[in-house]
């Protein structure tokens, strides 16, 4: 490649080979503070060849560029990921007293019993722990309640805060397909968090903020005066919905526009991402277009209409990435000049890439750069094919089609669903929500200057809702509005990309790209029948394998079982007390769905406590199900755990599991091994009912124990004396109530698995316990620090994977 040619592709190869190396330093662990000579070295003798080669013209010198961005992707991904020593969250598990800086507006919610919860977002300034004060750094989430919204305190951007606490770090659900959202607070800096003893901080108000907090501070007035102004005028859900619309965010919607939103592929216009950048930017464009602007001040709206939106978002992380994004892409589509858009989009993911390598991993990001992507090279090409239609058709239509092209892989892997109802959605219901934020914006302007025109505006605003609502809901009752797509692997996305930029590339390369195909047809025909070939045979002789998947629903219990031939069965299912985190439709479908699973034979309860029965309610509701077994609560006992009334025919599903069934699929066998019947004398706790099974697959068993207490251990072992396991769910998630010496030694376990919560309230896995199995033997997991678990047996040999060692043990 001579120098000055081929720019474009030239930039392309530097930004996969920049990801790749944050790819590898992710995957293979690399310590910066170890690695770093060697880094460095790299990065000289990469440098000095690069210089040199440059100075001799020579067409190879570009090999050396790529091999350099790989060394600084690597580099710069361990160097952001290294923990310094300063940070808050290296005092996990200390109480401290800790001073910062207010970054973000305080956040409000309810908790369950009625009171309210405030959550700061600090910057750390200093820590005082065991008798010392010292500087800190990082960010963390502070917690304080407090009993009315009377006593809410002041509190501003730039405001000091101090608050007293235990230390602890964040967590979410840790499983394959679903968004770590641990990770995603580290990209934002936040790795700890404090709730505040007796819910009490110390707010000082800053004298002088800054010019960027004045800016937060102003922004945070503005969205304030458009949520209250519309409240007054409108349902509380309304209101929510229209501000999430104008400024993102899902708090206060209701779940059924939420749920039709999703269905109907029109969901992006709740969040901040580029695709709701994109839709705020081309609904400009289109504006400025019918008042035939020049290209100039068409691309000068494009941007303040985004950048006046990124301010009065927050500022958020999201905004800010998709913001940048959409003005590369709108300011080049607008003026006419792809190509350099083309470039621009490029080095702005380098950019943003080598500044903040952690966005790599990203949602928003990944979202944000390649919706944008799919509008600059696959957009135009999209339209010129549709030169029959009108151009408000082709110009809707080839936007959400490149947007959808070029996300997939992500989507897929994320949700498992592509709705084909959103070309329609797009095309009737965008618009309206188009006119809503208009009118939204527009309302809150004359809500400060005429506050009667400003709610009829608003109440106008309202009824656009309702009926946007009616006709989303419309849209995804259409057959195949929503359909299931399986997740996308990274070897999987590189060829779907391959074939996109085959099928869009300018026509002079794939003219070259199939006159090279054809002058090495042979060689390229024997390749790919070898890898037939290969993968057939892998398949005949692959023994058959059934996995156990611990999925990480908190602190609770959920598995699900896959037999050698796609039969599903779950033991457990999670899930909490109240009704404001639905396990099983926010956890433990889309873990199903992930994995293909869309029909199970069978889920065995082993009682009916919230934190193992109530996530089986959403997946009864979403995903066909043969058959429920239960303990002998009752069929109310269930109901209640999945807030379902007593006459729901889905309760139609259960019945009563007996001590001695068997239930044998495709050569798995589930044992009922103890059932014990209710005894209101003996069920102080409710946890004296557990069933337990077994689940044996030639060789390797499994033993599933719910919340077995020691009392019924011992009658256990009486009547199963031969309960030895190689793997073991520890009973009652590692209580002191269970896991007695005489069972831990009759069970035996390779592996005793607790289902914990992070920083759970009960201290489950108590240590004496964990000591306990540790003691015969058997190694530790736990889906609170290794996530999701799941083990891979052909009845002999025995895989574990888990979710944060991202790799296989054997």
Same mark, same amino acid.
């Given at each position: 490649?001579?120098?000055?040619?081929?720019?474009?592709?030239?930039?392309?190869?530097?930004?996969?080979?920049?990801?790749?190396?944050?790819?590898?330093?992710?995957?293979?662990?690399?310590?910066?503070?170890?690695?770093?000579?060697?880094?460095?070295? @790299?990065?000289?003798?990469?440098?000095?060849?690069?210089?040199?080669?440059?100075?001799?013209?020579?067409?190879? =010198?570009?090999?050396?560029?790529?091999?350099?961005?790989?060394?600084?992707?690597?580099?710069?991904?361990?160097?952001?990921?290294?923990?310094?020593?300063?940070?808050?969250?290296?005092?996990? &598990?200390?109480?401290?007293?800790?001073?910062?800086?207010?970054?973000?507006?305080?956040?409000?919610?309810? $908790?369950?019993?009625?009171?309210?919860?405030?959550?700061?977002?600090?910057?750390?300034?200093?820590?005082?722990?065991?008798?010392?004060?010292?500087?800190?750094?990082?960010?963390?989430?502070?917690?304080?309640?407090?009993?009315?919204?009377?006593?809410?305190?002041?509190?501003?951007? &730039?405001?000091?805060?101090?608050?007293?606490?235990?230390?602890?770090?964040?967590?979410?659900?840790?499983?394959?397909?679903?968004?770590?959202?641990?990770?995603?607070?580290?990209?934002?800096?936040?790795?700890?968090?404090?709730?505040?003893?007796?819910?009490?901080?110390?707010?000082?108000?800053?004298?002088?903020?800054?010019?960027?907090?004045?800016?937060?501070?102003?922004?945070?007035?503005?969205?304030?005066?458009?949520?209250?102004?519309?409240?007054?005028?409108?349902?509380?859900?309304?209101?929510?919905?229209?501000?999430? #619309?104008?400024?993102?965010?899902?708090?206060?919607?209701?779940?059924?526009?939420?749920?039709?939103?999703?269905?109907?592929?029109?969901?992006?216009?709740?969040?901040?991402?580029?695709?709701?950048?994109?839709?705020?930017?081309?609904?400009?464009?289109?504006?400025?277009?019918?008042?035939?602007?020049?290209?100039?001040?068409?691309?000068?709206?494009?941007?303040?209409?985004?950048?006046?939106?990124?301010?009065?978002?927050?500022?958020?992380?999201?905004?800010?990435?998709?913001?940048? #994004?959409?003005?590369?892409?709108?300011?080049?589509?607008?003026?006419?000049?792809?190509?350099?858009?083309?470039?621009?989009?490029?080095?702005?993911?380098?950019?943003?890439?080598?500044?903040?390598?952690?966005?790599?991993?990203?949602?928003?990001?990944?979202?944000?750069? @390649?919706?944008?992507?799919?509008?600059?090279?696959?957009?135009?090409?999209?339209?010129?094919?549709?030169?029959?239609?009108?151009?408000?058709?082709? +110009?809707?239509?080839?936007?959400?089609?490149?947007?959808?092209?070029?996300?997939?892989?992500?989507?897929?892997?994320?949700?498992?669903?592509?709705?084909?109802?959103?070309?329609?959605?797009?095309?009737?219901?965008?618009?309206?929500?188009?006119?809503?934020?208009?009118?939204?914006?527009?309302?809150?302007?004359?809500?400060?200057?005429?506050?009667?025109?400003?709610?009829?505006?608003?109440?106008?605003?309202?009824?656009?809702?309702?009926?946007?609502?009616?006709?989303?809901?419309?849209?995804?009752?259409?057959?195949?509005?929503?359909?299931?797509?399986?997740?996308?692997?990274?070897?999987?996305?590189?060829?779907?990309?391959?074939?996109?930029?085959?099928?869009?590339?300018?026509?002079? #390369?794939?003219?070259?790209?199939?006159?090279?195909?054809?002058?090495?047809?042979?060689?390229?025909?024997?390749?790919?029948?070898?890898?037939?070939?290969?993968?057939?045979?892998?398949?005949?002789?692959?023994?058959?394998?059934?996995?156990?998947?611990?999925?990480?629903?908190?602190?609770?219990?959920?598995?699900? @079982?896959?037999?050698?031939?796609?039969?599903?069965?779950?033991?457990?299912?999670?899930?909490?007390?109240?009704?404001?985190?639905?396990?099983?439709?926010?956890?433990?479908?889309?873990?199903?769905?992930?994995?293909?699973?869309?029909?199970?034979?069978?889920?065995?309860?082993?009682? +009916?406590?919230?934190?193992?029965?109530?996530?089986?309610?959403?997946?009864?509701?979403?995903?066909?199900?043969?058959?429920?077994?239960?303990? $002998?609560?009752?069929?109310?006992?269930?109901?209640?755990?999945?807030?379902?009334?007593?006459?729901?025919?889905?309760?139609?599903?259960?019945?009563?599991?007996?001590?001695?069934?068997?239930?044998?699929?495709?050569?798995?066998?589930?044992? =009922?091994?103890?059932?014990?019947?209710?005894?209101?004398? $003996?069920?102080?706790?409710?946890?004296?009912?557990?069933?337990?099974?077994?689940?044996?697959?030639?060789?390797?068993?499994?033993?599933?124990?719910?919340?077995?207490?020691?009392?019924?251990?011992?009658?256990?072992?009486?009547?199963?004396?031969?309960?030895?396991?190689?793997?073991?769910?520890?009973?009652?998630?590692?209580?002191?109530?269970?896991?007695?010496?005489?069972?831990?030694?009759?069970?035996?376990?390779?592996?005793?698995?607790?289902?914990?919560?992070?920083?759970?309230?009960?201290?489950?896995?108590?240590?004496?316990?964990?000591?306990?199995?540790?003691?015969?033997?058997?190694?530790?997991?736990?889906?609170?620090?290794?996530? +999701?678990?799941?083990?891979?047996?052909?009845?002999?040999?025995?895989?574990?994977?888990?979710?944060?060692?991202?790799?296989?043990?054997?």
């Amino acid at each position: 490649m001579k120098t000055g040619q081929r720019q474009l592709s030239f930039l392309i190869v530097l930004l996969l080979a920049l990801s790749f190396g944050i790819l590898c330093s992710a995957y293979f662990d690399v310590h910066f503070s170890i690695a770093f000579p060697y880094f460095l070295i @790299l990065l000289l003798l990469g440098g000095v060849a690069s210089v040199i080669l440059i100075l001799k013209k020579s067409p190879t =010198t570009w090999i050396v560029f790529v091999g350099l961005f790989f060394i600084l992707g690597m580099f710069r991904f361990s160097a952001a990921y290294e923990i310094p020593a300063s940070d808050i969250s290296n005092n996990v &598990g200390n109480d401290v007293k800790v001073t910062g800086i207010i970054t973000d507006p305080p956040r409000i919610t309810s $908790d369950t019993d009625g009171s309210q919860r405030i959550r700061y977002t600090a910057e750390v300034k200093t820590i005082y722990a065991h008798g010392k004060e010292h500087v800190g750094s990082g960010r963390l989430f502070i917690y304080a309640h407090i009993q009315s919204m009377d006593e809410l305190p002041s509190a501003h951007i &730039g405001d000091q805060i101090t608050a007293e606490g235990k230390i602890r770090r964040p967590h979410g659900y840790r499983n394959p397909g679903q968004i770590d959202t641990v990770f995603l607070l580290r990209s934002q800096g936040i790795t700890a968090t404090l709730h505040a003893s007796q819910g009490v901080v110390s707010l000082t108000p800053t004298e002088k903020p800054s010019i960027f907090q004045k800016i937060m501070r102003f922004a945070d007035t503005v969205r304030t005066h458009y949520i209250e102004n519309m409240s007054k005028v409108m349902p509380h859900n309304d209101a929510a919905a229209i501000f999430a #619309m104008l400024f993102g965010g899902y708090e206060g919607i209701r779940p059924e526009l939420l749920e039709a939103f999703t269905t109907t592929g029109i969901i992006h216009i709740l969040s901040v991402s580029g695709s709701h950048i994109s839709l705020i930017a081309a609904a400009t464009a289109w504006l400025v277009t019918i008042l035939r602007l020049s290209p100039w001040v068409r691309a000068f709206s494009v941007i303040t209409v985004i950048g006046a939106y990124v301010v009065l978002a927050g500022l958020v992380p999201p905004a800010v990435r998709s913001g940048i #994004m959409g003005s590369v892409a709108f300011v080049g589509l607008v003026i006419g000049r792809d190509r350099d858009a083309q470039r621009i989009l490029i080095i702005t993911g380098l950019m943003m890439l080598l500044v903040s390598p952690l966005l790599f991993f990203h949602i928003s990001f990944q979202l944000s750069f @390649l919706s944008t992507a799919g509008l600059l090279f696959i957009a135009p090409i999209l339209f010129r094919w549709m030169k029959g239609c009108s151009v408000f058709v082709a +110009a809707s239509l080839s936007i959400t089609i490149s947007a959808q092209l070029a996300t997939f892989p992500v989507l897929a892997w994320y949700f498992n669903q592509i709705s084909l109802s959103s070309l329609l959605s797009n095309l009737i219901v965008v618009p309206l929500v188009d006119i809503i934020i208009v009118f939204g914006l527009l309302g809150g302007i004359a809500a400060w200057l005429i506050p009667i025109l400003g709610k009829l505006v608003f109440a106008f605003d309202s009824l656009l809702l309702g009926i946007t609502f009616e006709l989303t809901r419309w849209i995804a009752l259409l057959p195949a509005s929503k359909i299931w797509v399986p997740s996308v692997g990274i070897g999987t996305g590189l060829c779907y990309y391959a074939f996109l930029f085959f099928i869009f590339s300018p026509k002079e #390369m794939r003219e070259s790209l199939i006159s090279s195909i054809r002058i090495r047809k042979k060689t390229i025909g024997v390749c790919v029948s070898a890898l037939c070939i290969f993968f057939i045979f892998r398949y005949v002789v692959q023994p058959a394998e059934m996995s156990v998947h611990f999925i990480d629903v908190g602190q609770g219990d959920s598995v699900l @079982l896959i037999t050698p031939h796609g039969h599903a069965m779950m033991f457990d299912t999670g899930g909490t007390g109240d009704d404001k985190f639905d396990i099983g439709a926010r956890v433990d479908v889309p873990y199903l769905l992930h994995y293909g699973v869309h029909e199970i034979d069978y889920i065995f309860l082993s009682h +009916a406590h919230a934190d193992h029965a109530a996530g089986a309610g959403a997946i009864l509701s979403r995903i066909p199900v043969k058959h429920v077994f239960m303990a $002998d609560e009752g069929i109310a006992s269930y109901a209640r755990s999945m807030r379902m009334s007593d006459g729901n025919p889905l309760l139609l599903k259960f019945s009563k599991s007996e001590m001695g069934q068997t239930i044998s699929v495709d050569g798995v066998t589930v044992d =009922t091994v103890y059932a014990p019947s209710y005894d209101k004398a $003996d069920s102080a706790t409710g946890n004296e009912v557990s069933n337990v099974y077994l689940v044996r697959y030639g060789d390797v068993s499994f033993l599933f124990t719910g919340d077995l207490v020691k009392e019924h251990e011992e009658k256990l072992l009486k009547l199963r004396p031969n309960i030895q396991s190689v793997v073991v769910e520890v009973p009652h998630h590692g209580s002191e109530t269970s896991s007695s010496e005489a069972f831990v030694k009759a069970t035996h376990p390779i592996y005793a698995v607790y289902s914990v919560g992070a920083d759970n309230s009960f201290g489950h896995p108590k240590s004496s316990v964990v000591d306990r199995y540790e003691h015969i033997g058997a190694k530790t997991l736990r889906t609170d620090k290794d996530g +999701a678990i799941v083990f891979r047996t052909d009845g002999k040999k025995l895989t574990l994977e888990t979710y944060a060692a991202g790799r296989i043990l054997h």
